[in-house]
C-alpha cells in the first residue's frame, strides 16, 4: 500500500518559523483535515505538499521514495486548489477548465462532466469575468474532476460556496475517495468527509523566531 | 508537446480578446518614432542616417513597456502557481509564453518597422538587411525580458525595475541591429552583425527560459 507521508517537517516563512517536526501519512482513499488558527501554516503546508514551498528541514515521501527526487511524478499526480482560482476573465469557464485539463494531461472529454459536477453547465460558455467569485470558486473545483489525480491538495474550498455547492464538493470528495485517491483539506468549515485524520497545526507551533534579530 | 502548443494558443487568445495591449505596443513604437522629426528637424540627410538608430531605440522601448504583462496576470490570478504544479517542465512553459509574447510584440514591430524606415526616408537597399535584423533580433527582446520581468514579480514597483535590470542586456542586440541597417547603408555586406544576432538569439533562446523559470519559482513560493 502506498502511503504520501511527511517526516519531521520545519516550515520556515520570512524567518518566522510555523510549525517544526510535523509528520502526517496519507493512505489511499484517506483524508487528512488541516484545522489550526489563522497563521498556524495550514496553506503552507499545502504548498509544502505540493513542492510550491520547500520544507526547511523533514522529508516528503511516497511510497518509501522522496517526492523531492522526482517532483515531476508528483506534480503529474497532485491537483492543488488554492486561494486564487486562477479564472482568465476572458475566457469561458469551459475555456478555463479545459485549459487547465490538457496541462495535467486529460482529454477535452472530461470537461463537461467536470462542469456538471459543480452544477456549472449552464455557465459553461459564460466569460470569466461575468462569473460571480462564488462561481469563479466553482470553476476552479471544476478542474480537480477534469483531470484525475491521487492526492487533492484543497486550500479553503468551501469559501464563498452556497449549502448546494458545498453537498457537490462533499460528493466530489467522497467519489475520489471510494476510487483510492486521497485528500488533504485546510478549512474552518465542516466538510463532510468520513473518518478523516485530523491534524491540528496548533500542536506544531513554535513562538520562537529562527534568528535573534526581529528583522525591519 | 501538445501543453506546449496549448500555452501559446491560450496567450494568444487572451492577447485577441484584450487587443488593447498589443494595438498599444506597435502604436508606441509608431508614434515614438514619428516624433523625433518634430524635435531634430526636417533634414532629409539627418533623418535618413538616423532611421536606424531610431527604428532599433523605439522597438526596444516598445517591447519593455510590453514585458510587464508577460507574467503578471499569470500571477496576480493564481496562473502562475497552477503553471509550476503541471507536470510540464516550468522553463519549456516559459518558452510557450515568451513565443507568444513575441507573436503579440515583436511580430507587428518588423511589420510596423518598413514603415518608419520610409518616413525617414532610408535608403531602400537597407530594408532587407533590417527585416533581418528585426527578425533575429527581436526575439532575444523577449527572451532576456522575460528574465526581469519573472525576476521582478514579487517586487513592490515591478514595473520601475525591468529597465534597469533589462536594458544594459538589450545594448548588443540595439548595437548589431543598427550596425547590420549602417553596413547594407554603406553598401557593405550586413552578414557578420547578422550572424552576431543569431548568436545572440541562440544563447538566451537557451538560457533565458532556464532562469527565469527559476525566478518563476521563488516568485510564487
Known sequence: MSLFSGRDLVCVRGERQVFADLAFDLAPGGALLLSGPNGSGKSSLLRLMAGLLRPAGGTLTWDGAPVADDPETHR????????LTAVKPVLTAAENVAFWARQAGAGVADV???LAGFALTPLAHVAGRLLSSGQRHRVALARLLAAPGDLWLLDEPSVGLDQASLAH??????AH???GGRVAVATHTPIDMPDAQTLSLAEFARAAPVSGGSGW | MSTFADVVARDLRLALRQ???AVMVVLFFVLTATLFPFAIGPEANLLARLAAGVIWVTALLAVLLSLERLFLADFDDGSLELLALAPTPLSLTVLAKVLAHWLTTGVPLIAAAPLIALL????????????LAMFLGTPSLSLTGAIGAALTLGARRGGVLVP???LPLYIPVLIFGVAAIDAALAGLSARPYLLFLGA??????VVAPLAAAAALRQAVE
Not at chain 2, 526616408?121 to 527585416?131: G, I, K
Not at chain 2, 545572440?200 to 533562446?205: A, G, K, M, S
Open chain 1, 169 to 174: 464538493l462533499s460528493a466530489a470528495i467522497a
Open chain 1, 76 to 83: 503529474a499526480r497532485l491537483r492543488y486548489v488554492g486561494h
Open chain 2, 200 to 205: 545572440i538569439f541562440l544563447v538566451t533562446l
Open chain 1, 177 to 179: 475517495r471510494a476510487a
Open chain 2, 120 to 131: 525617414y526616408n532610408m535608403d531602400e537597399t537597407a530594408l532587407p538587411a533590417l527585416m
Open chain 1, 112 to 114: 463537461e462532466r467536470a
Open chain 2, 19 to 21: 487587443r488593447g495591449d
Open chain 2, 164 to 166: 534597469l535590470l533589462v
